[in-house]
């Protein structure tokens, strides 16, 4: 954070000095006590109960609200600030110091794809600025006063994921971030609990387009269909493309498979770039593109993409090949789990080693509220249609994608547990050398969790 007086801060938002002084200098922000971590933070509290033992470990500290307040004991290292509204005051310190911030700022989003795509951009871009970005995956709604304050003087651009789990949760994260450059990677069949209906969540995730700025550039997936069901009418900014099939202003050839990774061509602006990107599968290539269309809005040249992209590591449990049970091949992808992320993990199976044997172990869709059968018998018309020889499910809900496989092919052999441990048992007994096992499901399922690492050698 850009270090602020409180006496500063305290102009920007109509505030009366009650306690304390002008002069503490600020450098973290907070709405809830256990946001509190550190020293010469200024709290906006929305309640005059407060849990003193909790904060002093933290003075000296700044405290801004709207209604009386009884302090006692340690006082000399506590300002408090009072106004009129906090929440008017608050938005008035969020938008004061984004006002501050002049570089550009990319938010991405999208079903599945969006790690990875902001991890591709981190990475080409921290070769010679310093990039803010999300940590991890740590996209929730109460990451971003953070993330915006993580932004300082040094900083040169930031990239941020912003998830939907809900309506309105892009134009939450935008109300702070206020993105210069927006990435939609794909839009499929996910959090419909709350979205209730697939348009429904199709308009959450096209919030985008109004996040934003008039002059903002909006980059999407052109062969992604639920994509084109986006109303871009009235968006007045720049529309970048990306994909595969269709004519797109970033458009990648000569697809192959290696052992290194993705091999493919790029041709923008009726030139060619010859790209590795390091992980597997048709998705990849998307990510890819997403972050080179990206990138290049900042002013970064595709022969520098093409050098720097070599040296980008992959996620971890995103398709990571490993040696595992009885020397067979292992997939790992259980970091999540929707319907697009699974047809894409599918065709990576497909692809590798023809000749071998395929059992896919997949766990349960979360987040999906009534929706939860059509999605997960969605599921199982994919593995259904994928070559693979054997399917072992894991989870009740799980139980629908083995029932549906089934019931159209007796082709596939199905298995379907509640737990890993059974399963474990099965695969002992049916993988060799000559096997690959993809293992997809959430990071959030322990069975899921404990039997990838009971698979790894």
Known sequence: MKPLTTGYIRQIISGKLVHGTDDLLIHHGAYRLKQVRHSHTILFLKRNIIKWDR?????????????????????EELTIIRVENLQDSYWKFINHYRASINIPVIAVTGTSGKTTTKEMIRHLLSINRKVAHTNSTNNSRTAHLSYLLGIDDTTEVAVFETAVGAPGDISNAAAYLKPTIGIITNIGEHHLNYCKTLEGYIAAKGEMCNALQPNGVLIINA?????KKLDLKSFTGKIVTVGIHSKCDFKATDICFSSE???MTVEHM???????????????????????????????????????FRTFQPLKKQLQLLEGLNGATIIDDTWSITTTSLHAAMQVLQAIDPGKRKIAVIGTITDLGSWGYAIHQRAGEILEQSKIDVLVTIGEHAKIMADTVSQISARIEVHSFNNHILAYELLKKITTEDTIVLI???????SIKKLATLLRK
């Open 440 to 446: 997809k499901g959430d990071m959030l399922s322990e």
């Open 55 to 75: 904060l002093k470990p933290y003075f000296p500290i700044a405290i801004v609200t709207d209604r009386e307040m009884e302090v006692s004991g340690r006082t």
């Open 261 to 263: 990774g993705m091999f």
């Open 223 to 227: 062969d992604d269909q639920n994509t």
């Open 270 to 308: 009726k030139k060619k770039y010859r790209i590795l990107v390091p992980g597997l599968g048709e998705h990849q290539i998307y990510n890819a593109l997403a972050a080179i269309a990206a990138v290049h809005q900042i002013g970064m040249d595709l022969t520098d993409v093409a050098l720097h």
